[in-house]
Each structure stands twice: as structure tokens, then as C-alpha cells.
Nanobody
Framework: QVRLVESGGGLVQSGGSLRLSCAAS????????VGWFRQAPGKQREYFAA????????FYADSVKGRFTVSRDNALNTVYLQMDSLKPEDTAVYYC??????????????????WGQGTQVTVAS
């Protein structure tokens, strides 16, 4: 099974930027649509972005639309999340996961892989 590793988190000031990576340490990521999730302390995990297998179709929740951009490089087996104009409410542990059903916007994203460790993003006000 594909194993995903998230990286790129850190501490950033409000208004700053970070780029997260989601890399497949085992297996091929190109066969999966990839979704991004985050979980803040005391809150449920939130699904907020996704990208189709070929990168042509993306989804963003209203909470991140216009500030976050998801992209992928299948040759590098990696999906990226560019986060701009960060806000303190973006503070969370960020995770990625894969869905064997390609993202079309017609069906809910269904995480199919084991969850990784995530990467912590902290936005200071």
C-alpha cells in the first residue's frame, strides 16, 4: 500500500506562506486523487482541498479558497500545498491522504490510506 509522508510545516507569522509536501515513500501516488486535511486542537479533522490524479481538477473549501493552492508532480511522486496569507486559525496538524476514485467533484473524497504523522503548521498572530 502507498505510504504518504507530509513535510514542510513550521512556525510562520500571520500573513506568511508555507509550502507543504505530500510524498509517497512507498508505492505510486499517481494512481490516487489526493486530499488535504487538517486537525486543530480540540476539533475534528477538516477536509479542505483535493486534486485529481492528473492535476486537472481541484477542490478547495471556503475556509482556504483563494489562499491555498494544491498541485502535484507525478514524476516526483509528490503533491504540494502552497499556503499563502496564513491566518492564526490555520494552525493545525496537516495531513494528506489518497483516494483510488479519481476526484471529479461528484462524489465525496474517500481516504483510502493509513494516516501519516502529519506536519504541524503554527501561525502566530
Amino acid at each position: 500500500q502507498v505510504r504518504l509522508v507530509e513535510s514542510g510545516g513550521g512556525l510562520v507569522q500571520s500573513g506568511g506562506s508555507l509550502r507543504l509536501s505530500c510524498a509517497a515513500s512507498v508505492g505510486t501516488l499517481s494512481t490516487y486523487a489526493v486530499g488535504w486535511f487538517r486537525q486543530a486542537p480540540g476539533k475534528q479533522r477538516e477536509y479542505f482541498a483535493a486534486i485529481s490524479r492528473n492535476g486537472a481538477k481541484t477542490f478547495y473549501a471556503d475556509s482556504v479558497k483563494g489562499r491555498f493552492t494544491v498541485s502535484r508532480d507525478n514524476a516526483l511522486n509528490t503533491v504540494y500545498l502552497q499556503m499563502d496569507s496564513l491566518k492564526p486559525e490555520d494552525t493545525a496538524v496537516y495531513y494528506c491522504n489518497g483516494d483510488l476514485l479519481d476526484y471529479t467533484g461528484s462524489y465525496p473524497f474517500g481516504p483510502a490510506l493509513s494516516w501519516g504523522q502529519g506536519t504541524q503548521v503554527t501561525v502566530a498572530s
